[in-house]
Structure formats: structure tokens, C-alpha cells
């Protein structure tokens, strides 16, 4: 596959709104950019980016007012239009708004469809991203910031963003080839209630405005002939489960058959799709007093068919716990099962972060902006009419990088397990009393292509 030449490409929406923006409450909830077939020509993957502008207004405003998000300043006797605030994640930021996405090709077979795309990220992001990724890079792409403090101010005006698509197919090639039926990628949008946090978080909306897909063609010096389809790359699947109790035992029947790794993250149920929470954070398992807390995590055992698999041990944690110590080895695996540990210099988990008490400064000053990521739970600012504006309301999100996974590649050559003839399943031993907590089960796999110029199938 010989290249002579490259070329820049600039692709619309097939779907375009009427209004230029597309959002999940203005009836645009889909987009859809599309890629015909063409034999001479590739995508190259490294360079494919949505682009465009995301703007928060508020939705019953004649003015469509942006939220003001000035804390700051005194607050009025009465709060109006212009005092309003809402922001968003500020480590998933713009993928936030981003539920489900769909590889396929023109004849909508379908190539690999992630699901809980920005439940994912929540996890990739932080993990693969430095405190001072977050302050430099991540904002030019993700639109990702360290803390909620600058990601308030940055919802003040429309925020313009050039993301990179992280689904397995996309990540697996260098290129996509457009010789078999094109290529479509679609992406369903999240409702603003799954999105968006803050006081008034429930009177404003959020939406795409000037959508576009950029990257680069590569242009070929022969045709590629038509031939049948026989690729393979790893691809992302999602289950979800509720952790209720202490004692908690999970049976996932995964169906897949090469699983290279997999990892979770958890969040209160109370959380999800709600205006007073950040629906993407990760926080640790929680319980509820007068407001939400951390709880720990004792003891983990994963299995295969009842059987402990690939650890031969329990991932222990209660010494740690009796000692007030950080969970080193809970969170060398999760690390782990995302991205190899010993090559991995880019991560947001510090002391900052996990709210270690004894390694960090505790920050006392809400009015300036912290120049660290948010230290452990975050509680939300509160209206005080004819006052300041204090930081003294409910739990509202966390800064915490928490999860537990697996990794089955452990030498990183692409080795693999099988779990098509027997379950996944995993027992957490815990201090959870009265809170549901959600579990998001991230695996990679790896998925066969096979098929010809009519119909392919995605094997796992």
C-alpha cells in the first residue's frame, strides 16, 4: 500500500439541524458523519477529530444567558438571571456529553458500539493524564481541566474543543479503509441531567454548535482490489451492576472469548443523571449519614468460573485500612488493567486527589482557585443572599481516581483470556451499609472482522 499524497479532510453532519447546534433536549439527540466507499483512499486514524464549540445557556432566558459561575463576588439580596451557575466534569469536560458511540459502514453493519462512552473516559482520562497534562495539552483537545473551580470559569463563554474519538476499532489501526462500504461513526448525545452540576443546574442546557469531523485522507498509488474482510483489533464492552451490600457477589456472563482486561469504576446510584451530582465522577464507595462519605473497600477476589483468576490471591486491603493508609495495591492493579504501570508517566491519582490527609495542605481558601486537582469529595456552593457565596452545601462530586480491575496482558504482547465458556465474577468485601453504588465493568477484547463487500459480521 503505496501513499503518494495526503490530504486534509473537513466533514459535516449528514443529520445537520436547522439551528447549527445539536444537543439531547432540542430533538438532535444523534450525529452522524459518514464516509463514502472509495478504494483509493484511507482515514487516517491518529488525526481523526470532532471539533466544534460547546455552549451551556440558560434554556428559559430571552438572553440565553451563559451561567455566571462568579463566586467570588458578594451575592445579591434576591439571585436573578445573571447570578445563575452550572458547570460540568472537568476531567471528561465536552465528553461528557457523549453516551454511546457506533462504528459501522455504510451498509450499517454494525463495527463496534461503546456504550457508556463517558462513564469510560471518567476512567481512561485521569488515568492516562497529569495534573500537568490537565493544565497544558488536555485543554487544547479534551477541553479537560484539573478541578471544578477552573472548568466553572470556563463555562462562562463557549468552549471550543478538538476531541480524539477512543473507541477500540479507531485505536486499534493506523487506518481505515473505505474499500468495503465506507465508514459511518455516530454519536448518540446525553441527557443535561447526566451532564451537567451545579445550583442551578436544572434551568440551563447544553449543546454542540459548529460540528465537524477533521482529520486526514491518505491517498493510495494503486486501488485497493475488493477482497474479503478478515481484520481484528480490541474493542471496549460495558456491563453495569449495583453493589448494595458489605458483602457483595457479582456473576457477569462476559461471552467473549480473547479478554485482554478488565477494570471498574463505581459512583452512588443517587448520582447518576442527577443536577446535584456529578454524574462522572469516580469516587470511592459511599455510604449516607447526613451527607455522603467515603467508605472502604476491604477485601477484593476476582474469578473465572468460580475459580480466583488471574490473582491466586485476594487484593487485601484491610491492613491498609486499619493503618489509615492509601490503598497502594487496589490501585496498582486498576492502574494497571488500563494502561501498563511501569510505562505509565502520565496520571492524575496523587495525594491531592485520593485526599490523603498527612501528604497534602488542605485547602481552606474557596475564593482562589486551587492549584492542585480537587482534594477527595467536593461539596457545592451555596447561595447566601446579601453575603458571600460559600462552599458549604451537600456533597456534590469527588476528585477521586478510583477503581479495581484486572489485567490478563500483564507482559503487554496482547495476551488474552476466555471467558466465553465461563463467567466473570468478583466478590467485594466493603463498609457499604445503606447506599447503592453503582459498578461500570469496562472490558477490552479482542473482535474479529470477517465478511465480504456485503455484509460483516464483529465476532468477540
Known sequence: MNVVQSQNFKLFPINKSQSGSYSFSNNSP???????????????????????????????????????????????????????VAYIDPRVSINSMLSVVNCANMKNNLLEQVRNYNRNLSSLIPVMSSYKDLNSKNQHSYASYPNLDCISRVCQSDIPFCLP????????????????????????LDSN??????????????????????GRYLVLEQP????????????????????????DHTNINLQLKEVNTIYHNTIPSAWLNSFSHNSLATPSLMNYDTDYERTEINKIDFNRGAVRYPLQFSVDESK????????ALRSRYFLNA???????????????????????????????????????????????????????????????????????????????????????????????????????????????????????????
Open 320 to 327: 491498609a485500612n486499619r493503618a489509615g493508609a492509601f490503598q
Open 30 to 84: 444523534v450525529i452522524t458523519f459518514s464516509f463514502n466507499e472509495n478504494n483509493q483512499r484511507v482515514i487516517q486514524t491518529s488525526t481523526m477529530k470532532l471539533c466544534g464549540r460547546v455552549r451551556i445557556f440558560l434554556k428559559n432566558d430571552t438572553n440565553k444567558r451563559l451561567p455566571a459561575n462568579r463566586f467570588d463576588l458578594a451575592c445579591s439580596t434576591s439571585q436573578g438571571n445573571n447570578e445563575k
Open 165 to 188: 474519538i477512543r473507541t477500540g476499532f479507531i485505536d486499534s489501526s493506523p487506518n481505515i479503509l473505505l474499500n468495503n462500504n465506507g465508514f459511518q461513526l455516530e454519536l448518540n
Open 193 to 214: 441531567n447526566m451532564v451537567l452540576l451545579g445550583l442551578n443546574s436544572s434551568d440551563f442546557e447544553i449543546e454542540f454548535r459548529d460540528l465537524y469531523l477533521t
Open 224 to 247: 485497493l482490489p475488493s477482497a474479503p474482510v478478515n481484520d481484528e483489533y480490541s474493542s471496549f464492552h460495558n456491563n453495569m451492576v449495583v453493589l448494595n451490600s458489605g458483602n
Open 338 to 460: 488500563i494502561y501498563p504501570y511501569a510505562q505509565n508517566k502520565h496520571c492524575s491519582i496523587s495525594p491531592d486527589s485520593e485526599d490523603v490527609h498527612r501528604m497534602v495542605e488542605r485547602r481552606t481558601d474557596f475564593k482562589k482557585t486551587p492549584q492542585s486537582l480537587d482534594q477527595g469529595i467536593v461539596k457545592a456552593w451555596v447561595f447566601d443572599a446579601g453575603n458571600d457565596w460559600n462552599r458549604t452545601g451537600n456533597v456534590e462530586s469527588s476528585g477521586e481516581v478510583f477503581g479495581y480491575g484486572i489485567s490478563l496482558d500483564n507482559l503487554f504482547v496482547q495476551a488474552s483470556s476466555d471467558y466465553s465458556n465461563a463467567s466473570y465474577n468478583f466478590s467485594v468485601d466493603s463498609d457499604v451499609d445503606n447506599v447503592p453504588n453503582n459498578q461500570f465493568i469496562f472490558s477490552r477484547a479482542i473482535t474479529q472482522l470477517l465478511g465480504d463487500a456485503n455484509n460483516v459480521v464483529a465476532m468477540n
